[in-house]
Nanobody
Framework: QEQLVESGGGLVQPGGSLRLSCAASGFTLDTYAIGWFRQAPGKERDMVSCINGVDDRTYYADSVKGRFTISRDNAKNTVYLQMNSLKPEDTAVYYC????????????????WGQGTQVTVSS
């Protein structure tokens, strides 16, 4: 059974950093596109970043470009989202999702989802 588990969320002050982890079990991530999404209260679930399942090219939403970095560690079967220069508007529940293949930028295209981890940016 494919499972994804996110970790690393928490409370951080504006300007701070967090690193989210997305650990997979039941399958190997190296040929899967992995997307990070976030959902704030009352808002839709939006893509933050994606790493291509074929060539590891990356995609970032304009709102996080230059501040967030997605990467994968195949030996640990884990994908990371390094978040720097965090802003209050980054506050949301962050989810990782996996889908076999190359690029998937819509939430509806992903089959496997984690349970989410809360990120709160506040002073």
């Amino acid at each position: 059974q494919e499972q994804l588990v996110e970790s690393g969320g928490g409370l951080v002050q504006p300007g701070g950093s967090l690193r989210l982890s997305c650990a997979a079990s039941g399958f190997t991530l190296d040929t899967y596109a992995i997307g990070w999404f976030r959902q704030a209260p009352g808002k839709e679930r939006d893509m933050v970043s994606c790493i291509n399942g074929v060539d590891d090219r990356t995609y970032y939403a304009d709102s996080v470009k230059g501040r967030f970095t997605i990467s994968r560690d195949n030996a640990k079967n884990t994908v990371y989202l390094q978040m720097n220069s965090l802003k209050p508007e980054d506050t949301a529940v962050y989810y990782c999702a996996a889908q076999h293949g190359s690029w998937f930028l819509e939430a509806s295209q992903y089959r496997s989802w984690g349970q989410g981890t809360q990120v709160t940016v506040s002073s």
